[in-house]
């Protein structure tokens, strides 16, 4: 029951750094769910305020929301044992995304056990997000995170989540025929 009141709580600040954010955040007649929300404590608050800043900014530029939710455990918020349903419950649940598609992309990192999910929703988010994008995502992120450098893999995140839009945005979505090839050690085998 604790964890959830400092979730809560968590939660209740973040709408309080989005309210405070000002313009962007209050453009539309709702209010919206901040970008990034840290239930744990991993980030500074200027840390948060730069990635939040930095979301937004790729929200404005093509119309999908990206998120980042850091909880100690994810079954706190939902009765699961798959952190991907969780994640996908709670996109639901707390109604994000961009436009009427709920356009968006959740990173939900649990760090009870150290695992994570990635949460597409929407035409744009599918089409950018493809299953071989998702994992070049995941590569750019992961390799901070088990070095724990937490900002600097959401920063990746969002780097290359704006990244995969804009490829998706052109025409070429990053996928098996698209993605660039590297040099293969077998060419020189055969």
């Known amino acids: ?45 200027e840390e948060i305020m730069a990635l939040e800043q930095q979301a937004g900014q790729i929200e404005d530029s093509y119309g999908c929301a990206p998120y980042i939710l850091v909880v100690e455990d994810f079954r706190v918020y939902e009765d699961t044992t798959d952190i991907f349903e969780a994640g996908m419950n709670l996109y639901e649940r707390w109604e994000l995304g961009h436009g009427p598609e709920k356009n968006g992309l959740l990173l939900i990192l649990s760090m009870a056990e150290r695992d994570h999910a990635l949460v597409t929703y ?5 089409q950018a997000f493809t299953d071989y994008g998702q994992d070049y995502l995941r590569e750019q992120f992961l390799d901070n995170f088990r070095n ?43």
């Not at 929407?122 to 599918?126: I, K, L, N």
């Not at 893999?153 to 698209?178: I, S």
């Open 1 to 45: 029951m604790e964890m959830k009141k400092k979730i809560t709580l968590s939660l209740l600040l973040a709408l309080c750094l989005v309210l405070s954010l000002g313009g962007t955040a209050l453009a539309s007649s709702q209010i919206t769910m901040p970008h990034v929300t840290d239930a744990v404590g991993l980030l500074s608050n």
């Open 122 to 126: 929407g035409s744009v988010t599918h």
């Open 148 to 190: 724990d450098d937490w900002a600097g893999g959401f920063r990746d995140y969002l780097d290359t989540g704006a990244w995969l839009l804009e490829q998706a945005k052109n025409g070429t979505p990053y996928d098996v025929d698209t993605a660039p090839k590297g040099f293969n050690p077998l060419i020189i085998v055969i």
